[in-house]
């Protein structure tokens, strides 16, 4: 069965930093487009980064763009998120997702994703 699984969540204070990284298990995702997306208490989840399965291209939400980075590493089958700059109002559960279907940026859904990780939560302090 495949999974995703996310770590490197945490408590960090205003203006800090966290690495979220996303491992899939059962089979390399070479050739996934995968993404992420965060989930706030009493709030829809939204949108954070994507990128594509070549890792040639990579899209943001209007809210993170030019502080979060997603990346990914073939070689360790693993895809980052780095977070700079955080704010209080980035926590949230985040979550890792794939698919082999084609997403739509810049108004990415997670009906587009396939498989999701458990989450990872990130708390951020004022």
């Known amino acids: 069965q495949v999974q995703l699984v996310e770590s490197g969540g945490g408590l960090v204070q205003a203006g800090g930093s966290l690495r979220l990284s996303c491992v899939p298990s059962g089979r390399t995702f070479s050739t996934y487009n995968m993404a992420w997306f965060r989930q706030a208490p009493g709030k829809e989840g939204e949108f954070v980064g994507a990128?594509?399965?070549?890792?040639?291209?990579?899209y943001y939400a209007d809210s993170v763009k030019g502080r979060f980075t997603i990346s990914r590493d073939s070689s360790k089958n693993t895809v980052y998120l780095q977070m700079n700059s955080l704010k209080p109002e980035d926590t949230a559960v985040y979550y890792c997702?794939?698919?082999?279907?084609?997403?739509?940026?810049?108004?990415?859904?997670?009906?587009?994703?396939?498989?999701w990780g458990q989450g990872t939560q990130v708390t951020v302090s004022s």
């Open positions: 990128v594509t399965w070549s890792g040639g291209r990579t």
């Open positions: 997702a794939a698919s082999r279907r084609p997403f739509y940026a810049p108004k990415v859904v997670p009906t587009e994703f396939d498989y």
